[in-house]
């Protein structure tokens, strides 16, 4: 279960400003539902959850566990809405140190020579007994033709050719898009295995289709979990979606009110990742014309130590959405000490859990003190059914408040211009 409490920023404002975002927020989910706005052949990840393929789920599942069998390295090669769904899924629901499994590396996602010059060493490093790695590569691209991604993929496609040439296909797995781009090329080329993207769901709305679900399945997560975790989120949202829109409303009025960076944060260091899906599902979808409030990821309490004296006291444009988690499983408690030291035998008989809760109760309340309108949103348990729900809360969010500040949510023009620049350096 996922609990949003919006008391905290709602409180910043009036009860006019809250009825006036209550308004648009109300608008713009009828513009979801009747498919009216602008990019509505972008909302397949809507159809997904209201028709499950299970077989498709099923497929994914047998491969992972194949590869999980054979492979000591799985490299999951893609940017964007092509690989942060995962990274962000795979990060919350893995040991911090010594997974079982393969050990999954990110490639695509940049073009430093060095990381990738790295990376081909560290494959071509036999494993302590002496023996070869054995390495699998997922590469995820819906265009095709995405210059990180491809140029990384070149050389790991070059260096798993030489390394494995009869097993090859075996190796790659491609996800892309039905047709064209090429990614296609190369699978009509080597016959590697495919996984299609559909065409109405874009990158960042792709973390329930083979985009996420391949590489989580790998890591050894429940994908079923996952995925219908987001289908109950969306049968719930489909009831009931008031929570919803009143969240819609109260961001929205914020923007109003000149709130123009959103603090994405948790005191769960494994939580990181999901602030970064949520940080470019936001923000590629809501920076546009002018518009949208800057998405960042802060991870508490260490960046307290860093931006807990601007949070509290610098410029009043910012508000925080804090993703919390109820019930973590770590056990550790504080023993008492005979000689107290360090001066720490107050927290004696306390889980860590507690005190980092009580860590993130003590912020909340500093910073809304401080002006810093402030949303909870909660996770009963870190677990793959509450990320699903997760994910699907959010995929609904960031439609309908792109919609209420009448935005596309689900294209990017302003990605295209850096590539141009850099094509047109590059002699393309
Ligand atoms: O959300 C998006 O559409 C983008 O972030 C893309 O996912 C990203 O640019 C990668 O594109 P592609 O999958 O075509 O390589």
Sequence with gaps: ??????????????????????????????????????????????????????????????????????????????????????????????????????????????????????????LAEPKADGKPKSVYCNVISKSGTTLETALSFRFIRSWMSDQYPDSLQDRIICTTSAEGGALNKLVDEYGFQKFVIPDNVGGRFSVLTPVGLLPIAVAGIDIRSLFYGAVSKFEELEEDPQSLLNYVAVKHALYQKGKTVDVLTSFEPQLESLGGWLQQLLGESEGKDGNGMFPTVATYSTDL???????????????????????????????????????????????????????????????????VPSVVVNLEKLNAQHLGEFIYLYELFTAVYCYSLDVNPFNQPGVEDYKSEMYQLLGK
Excluded at 329 to 346: C, F, K, R, S, W
């Design 305 to 371: 130590h860093s931006l807990g004296q601007f949070m509290q006291d610098g410029a009043r444009t910012v508000m925080e959405t804090f993703i919390t988690v109820e019930e973590t499983t770590g056990t550790l408690i504080v023993d008492e000490a005979d000689q107290n030291n360090d001066g720490l035998n107050y927290l004696a008989g306390m889980r860590l859990h507690e005190i980092n809760r009580g860590a993130f109760e003590g912020t909340i309340q500093a910073h809304v003190k401080g002006g």
């Design 1 to 122: 279960m996922i609990e949003l409490d919006i008391s905290r920023a709602k409180a910043f404002l009036s009860n006019a400003e809250f009825d006036g975002g209550r308004k648009k927020a109300s608008e713009a989910l009828k513009t979801v539902e009747k498919r009216d706005g602008e990019g509505a052949e972008w909302l397949g990840w809507r159809d997904l959850l209201s028709d499950p393929n299970d077989a498709i789920l099923e497929q994914l599942h047998s491969l992972a566990t194949a590869i999980r069998e054979e492979a000591d390295i799985f490299i999951v090669c893609g940017i964007g809405g092509s690989y942060l769904g995962a990274r962000a899924v795979i990060d919350a629901l893995s040991s911090f140190f010594g997974n079982k499994g393969p050990e999954i590396i990110y490639a695509g996602h940049h073009m430093s020579g060095q990381y990738l010059e790295e990376l081909l060493e560290y």
